[in-house]
């Protein structure tokens, strides 16, 4: 059985087909341009391809509540040409089979949940430590959506005392993605991360905000695996670190192997790798699929 | 159809029959003292009630993972005699209908979502501010246990600028908890926050430190509602007080009518009044019902 899957990113869409193992047999990527001319390459890959469903996972903010009149649009974004466009929409119209639509972070939860380092777990929470921040979350054997869909990116920090720094994002400034994303690491120390020495302070500044993030998270929601994906976790010395900064902020109030002994196999790197977020829309499609039968 | 119902506090246990509308018919309290006892009188009240399912909505830590040995303890407490009792499975040998057993913060999530301030919603959170802070989670439908239960009440703060106080919480001092709950209040300003004038800065700092982490939860959770209770929320003033918070801290960010002009019917009291904990335990019973036919 063949699967589409759609990375949907700020500056590139990846396309590929894979099967319902969640093996990606074929891959194109091209940048993102304006949505017709984007969309008009997406097709054109399907075209010929015989998949039984699709799977996108999306850059956002996008709309995922089905109820909506605006379902399966990107709803916000400065990105020129792309604010309130109807992808989803737009998809349906030239690909006639069953299409799953979630946000990028969410697909690689369901992904991993599926196939990769939290397989066979009915919760995961997925982070993408990269450009910006990013969270999945799976809970219950579910995507969670609510609302609009979850932003953890953007939880407020507490600061770490050494830093001067003042944070990067547009809205909040010190919020998680302005003081730990990647453009926020390359502010404060003037080169980029992966310039930074293993030793470099940076590192332990960095593990203290993502530790501190992933520390509420742990209280709010209680998932059974925490994966940290992206750019900046490329850094593997920064999972001792963040794991460290876990242990110390919950100071035992939570008591679970998962947060002792187990800690190296409770916080940990993608397990599906450079396919996490293809495998994750391949997941995507398999559940609309699942759906519409 | 009558469901029994049990609010099992650290403080007091109540009892209660209600029905399938989230009606309370009965309701009996009694303190809280050593567990054999206080079932005995559990078990006394619902020996000659013709109830159809039983729901506990239990005070924690407790364990509520059904593949776990000790499904249905209360775990780490350090109440006399409680620590690793097995509320449940006694119960269960003198109650022969399906039993829910689940966190009582998670109980009243439940209940606000069948019945009160978040009826007809697939999501929602339940915060009570009193004597501690505990959050229940309904997510995509349902109640979010993962890998303990939530612990939302210790998530980290940033602390409020003009605030010297240490924080109460064992554990980390300065948490949500050490920082909002009732005895914070009364440790900080020397006196019982009923005590205090509705002009008091002590409900600005107050509402600074809820509405720190519900923008966090709104963020990673996405909720459709967000239900405050518990003794400290007496105090209706906090409601606008915590709501501007909110607002102050998401910055626009995350666009939804819910937290624009909709927002005082976003951040809400309990619906259910007195009655949110027995019903959450109604609501508990219902579902334990369903899930045994
Ligand atoms: N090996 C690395 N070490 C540290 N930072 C890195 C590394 N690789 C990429 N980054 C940073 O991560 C960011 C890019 O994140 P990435 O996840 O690759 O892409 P995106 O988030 O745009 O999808 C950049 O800010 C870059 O500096
Ligand atoms: N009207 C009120 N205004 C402010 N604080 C209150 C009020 N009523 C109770 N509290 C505080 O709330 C705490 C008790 O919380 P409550 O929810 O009533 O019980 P518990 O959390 O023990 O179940 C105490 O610290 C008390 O001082
Ligand atoms: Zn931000
Ligand atoms: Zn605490």
Known sequence: MLIGAVEAGGTKFVCGIGNEKGEVLDRVSFPTEQPEK??????DYFKDKPIEALGIGSFGP?????????YGSVTTTPKPGWA????????RKAIGVPIGWDTDVNAAALGEATWGAARGLDSCMYYTIGTGVGVGVFAEGKLVHGMVHPEGGHVLTRRHPEDTYGGKCPYHGDC???MAAGPAIEARWGVKGHELAADHPAWEMEAFYIGQAISSAVLLLSPKRIILGGGVMHQMHLFPLVR??????????????????????????????????????IALGLQALREAR
């Open 38 to 43: 984007t969309l008009a390459q997406v097709i």
């Open 62 to 70: 996008i709309d995922i509540d089905r109820a909506s009149p605006t």
């Open 84 to 91: 309130n466009y109807p992808v989803l929409p737009e998809l």
């Open 176 to 178: 998680l993605e302005g």
């Open 244 to 281: 460290e900064q876990v242990r110390n902020n919950l100071k035992g109030y939570v008591v679970a192997a998962s947060l002792e002994s187990g800690i190296d196999e409770y916080i940990v790197p993608p397990g599906l790798g450079d396919n996490a977020g293809l495998c994750g829309s």
